[in-house]
């Protein structure tokens, strides 16, 4: 095999250069055919090339034209496609969907067909991009080339807290991250992805979004970074789920969101649901029944810990009270811990808010409400956009939770807006938003005619692709 793949090689390597006489060349070797692999199946010239890699695929390309016909087979590049970082399922979602701008075009009829290696190329000189997963407990950094996030931090800042002095605080924040990075602003566009905040369709809230993200971009231009964008985190979630439209749940630090989105664009006239439960208060209060057991630890990491390792979500939770549920766990430099219904009775503050002394609304009932508006008000003659719900969040990953969310939701809406209904677990766990805004930032077009994108007054355009928000920002720098 090896024998075979250094003849095709050396074949294109020494393919005449434009010298005297070069055209009869170029005529001759356009007239030859693949001479002593014209024997072999096409399936395995295929697999000969897939071997060879993608630059000396390319390569074998300059022989004649069978060689050329070969490499550009679909099949080929594809296979190259699926070798890299992010999951081939991912990347066809990426192309076919968010290519052509914000809100996302719907095509009546098939995909329109794609050139699989002029995907390929243009992926390849998409340069890495800065992403920033901003929660409001901590924040997720990275390159968009990288297969994870390369680092995490606590959040500096409280997104959309406007009387706090926004400019300082924002600054310290990418300062820090641009520190830790080891890399100079100036050198790379960043994404920043933000929760959602001022959840209202009001003159009031938008004036307030508006204001965090011109404070987003000013900030970030004076440190001379070349491209902006800020994206939601709602938005983000769901296309890591592969998806356009769809309820995105997150479960945050502090309280848990519910949003509607048609199109990649969040739908803020429905109402996006927002319940006072988050990550902090289930943490607080598996801490309050450990301490009513007379359990000792030394901090709160602790508890988080034994949260994440060991509690779940019971399907049914008066059944789950009668069995045995006892399990332990060890905490390093703290020893072993064993916890019986704390276990699920945590989880269960999601559903019973009351439990925990919070006067709001469960997650299955504001999810609920949520559909009930989406379905009333008739904004697609598909109405089966919102049945399908994207979870995001440490929390989210708790086992049980979606299909406990599935039958809790089949019990209280109406069969025909029950029916089809769908919860999918965090793609990504705690990093869903992090890879919804890696999966956008290496598609390659030209998105300064399909997104409203905000690039530095003092650098040319930069071949990159960056989604915005679905409010446009009016910055002067």
């Given at each position: ?16 250069s ?24 096409e ?34 590049w ?24 914000c ?17 390929y ?10 992403i ?7 924040c ?35 300062a ?19 929760p ?66 048609l ?20 943490t607080?209060?598996?801490?309050e ?22 509690c ?5 939770y ?5 069995k045995?549920?006892?399990?332990s766990?060890?905490?390093?430099g ?32 504001a ?18 956009w ?8 440490g ?6 939770l979606?299909?406990r969310?599935?039958?809790e ?9 029950a029916?089809?209904?769908?919860v ?5 766990g ?10 956008i ?28 928000d ?8």
């Amino acid at each position: 095999m090896s024998t075979i793949l250094r003849k095709i090689v050396e074949l294109a390597s020494n393919r005449p250069s434009s010298a005297p006489g070069s055209s009869r060349n170029r005529a001759r070797l356009a007239q030859s055919s693949l001479g002593a692999f014209e024997r072999l199946p096409e399936d395995v010239l295929v697999q000969i090339l897939r071997l060879l890699g993608p630059k000396d695929a390319m390569k074998t390309s300059l022989v004649c034209k069978s060689w050329k016909s070969l490499v550009s087979d679909d099949r080929l590049w594809i296979s190259f496609l699926q070798n890299q970082s992010q999951p081939w399922e991912s990347i066809f979602f990426a192309e076919t969907n968010l290519r052509f701008g914000c809100p996302v075009q719907t095509f009546s009829s098939e995909v329109p067909e794609l050139s699989f290696i002029s995907i390929y190329s243009q992926r390849a000189q998409v340069p890495g991009a800065l992403i920033i997963d901003g929660g409001s407990g901590y924040c997720k950094f990275g390159w968009s080339k990288y297969d994870c996030p390369s680092g995490r931090s606590a959040t500096f800042l409280e997104f959309g807290n406007i009387e706090s002095p926004m400019h300082a605080r924002l600054r310290h924040f990418f300062a820090t991250i641009y520190s830790r990075m080891q890399v100079r602003p100036s050198t790379q566009p960043i994404v920043v992805s933000i929760p959602i905040c001022h959840y209202d369709d009001t003159e009031s809230a938008k004036a307030s979004r508006r204001q965090l993200k011109e404070a987003i971009y000013s900030t970030l231009f004076e440190m001379n970074v070349p491209a902006v964008c800020a994206i939601n985190q709602a938005t983000l979630s769901l296309y890591a789920a592969r998806r356009t439209s769809g309820i995105s749940v997150n479960i945050g630090f502090q309280s848990t969101s519910i949003v509607p989105i048609l199109h990649g664009k969040v739908m803020r006239k429905v109402g996006v649901e927002v319940t006072g439960i988050g990550a902090l208060k289930l943490t607080g209060f598996l801490r309050e029944l450990m301490q009513q057991k007379n359990m000792s630890f030394e901090s709160l990491y602790t508890v988080r810990t034994l949260k994440e390792k060991l509690c779940y979500v019971a399907a049914d939770y008066n059944a789950e009270l009668r069995k045995n549920t006892e399990a332990s766990y060890e905490v390093s430099g703290e020893g072993s811990f064993i916890l019986s219904k704390e276990r699920f009775q945590t989880g269960e503050i999601l559903f019973q808010p009351r439990m925990a002394g919070v006067r709001t609304m469960g997650l299955h009932q504001a999810i609920a409400l949520c559909m009930d508006h989406c379905h009333a008000a008739e904004l697609n003659a598909d109405d089966t956009w919102f049945k399908t719900v994207v979870l995001s969040g440490g929390t989210a990953c708790l086992p049980g939770l979606a299909e406990r969310l599935e039958k809790e939701l089949h019990g209280l809406l109406p069969p025909s807006v029950a029916s089809g209904i769908r919860v999918v677990t965090p793609p990504y766990g705690a990093d869903t938003a992090w890879f919804g805004a890696k999966l956008i930032s290496n598609v390659d077009c030209d998105f300064s005619r399909h997104y409203r994108v905000f690039w530095h007054n003092t650098v040319e355009h930069i071949p990159w692709a960056l989604v915005l928000d679905e409010e446009a920002v009016s910055t002067q720098v």
